[in-house]
């Protein structure tokens, strides 16, 4: 089956009222659109060889709730807060399982002399398993501020906390991970 | 190591995830969406929702039969069978016959905390009510 194209650029609102009304196309289009940053987001999360499984069940779920999705928060922002929910239902499922080591290519950086390169690939391993090891809503913050770029009125919005508060789970990541990596 | 140097190492965090098909992903996410609302007009109310509607229709069933056989006792002329109503419908039912249906589903109206109210004084509207929610 091919998936259908949109005709020409839209905005995720006006591709999330299409899809409200039953356009399959602009679904499709969010899809394609939010794919790549919502993968990057729950990989960096702690997601592995489940992640293909993990991001189509947070977009199928996001669709299945699209009513409830205000626009307060970025669609971006708010997918990623169910993905995160989706995370912690799989890993509950799932305890006890083997964890998979990290993959040096995920590490890798692009460019610079083997000296840097190796530091770099040592430092962004140890972030990452620092990451994975802060508590859920602290990581959630976190990735969504630095990883991702959103401001802290629409991490506040689409994992129902106050400004304040996603500020002070910032900070406390930030603290933490900063220890972690001394 | 300071707060810009942290940020610029978590945009890097998560490159696994440029693994994933956005193209895969929208034709595994729109079947399972089509896939779901061809499902949905065969779902089924779970057992629990459908059984107190039974027990509803099966005590008003009762009633219009007693209603009807009260009716044919009373009157001097027998109605032919085309006169028979041949169902009766709660918004028929006077308030006593309301209670009786009621009764029979041993239901016990719920009690305020602060202003205890019985069946008993509830009016017609109100056992109507309580049945239709009864019906879910």
Redesign the interface.
């Known amino acids: 089956m091919t998936v259908p194209e949109p005709a020409g650029p839209a905005d995720d609102a006006q591709l999330i009222a299409a899809w409200r009304a039953g356009d399959e196309v602009a679904a499709a289009e969010l899809v394609r659109r939010h794919t790549p940053p919502l993968a990057r987001f729950l990989a960096a999360s702690g997601a592995r060889e489940d992640l293909d499984d993990l991001v189509q069940e947070t977009l199928f779920r996001a669709f299945r709730k699209i009513e409830s999705f205000r626009g307060t928060a970025s669609f971006s922002t708010w997918l990623m807060a169910i993905g995160s929910n989706a995370l912690k239902d799989l890993r509950r499922r799932a305890k006890g399982r083997t964890v998979v080591p990290l993959d040096d290519r995920e590490l890798e950086a692009e460019d610079g002399d083997p000296h840097s390169l190796a530091l770099e690939r040592d430092l962004l391993r140890r972030l990452e398993a620092a990451v994975k090891k802060l508590p859920p809503m602290q990581r959630d913050v976190f990735l969504m501020r630095a990883q991702q770029g959103a401001e802290y009125g629409e991490i506040a919005e689409a994992l129902e906390t106050s400004v304040g508060a996603a500020r002070v789970h910032y900070h406390q990541a930030v603290k933490r991970l900063k220890a972690k990596l001394k | 190591?300071n707060?810009h140097e942290?940020?610029r190492?978590?945009?890097?965090?998560?490159?696994?995830?440029?693994?994933?098909?956005?193209?895969?992903?929208?034709?595994?996410?729109?079947?399972?969406?089509k896939a779901?609302s061809e499902q949905e007009p065969s779902v089924r109310a779970p057992a629990w929702t459908r059984r107190p509607l039974v027990r509803v229709a099966a005590a008003a069933a009762l009633v219009a039969a007693t209603v009807l056989g009260v009716e044919q006792l009373r009157g001097p002329a027998t109605p032919t069978d085309a006169e028979l109503p041949v169902a009766v419908s709660l918004s028929e039912l006077a308030a006593d016959e309301l209670n009786s249906v009621l009764d029979s589903l041993d239901y016990e109206a719920p009690v305020h905390e602060l202003v205890p109210v019985a069946l008993a004084d509830l009016n017609e509207d109100e056992l109507t009510a309580l049945l239709e929610s009864l019906e879910g």
């Open positions: 190591m707060d942290l940020e190492l978590a945009k890097q965090l998560g490159r696994a995830g440029d693994r994933v098909d956005p193209e895969a992903t929208a034709r595994a996410v729109l079947d399972r969406l779901e």
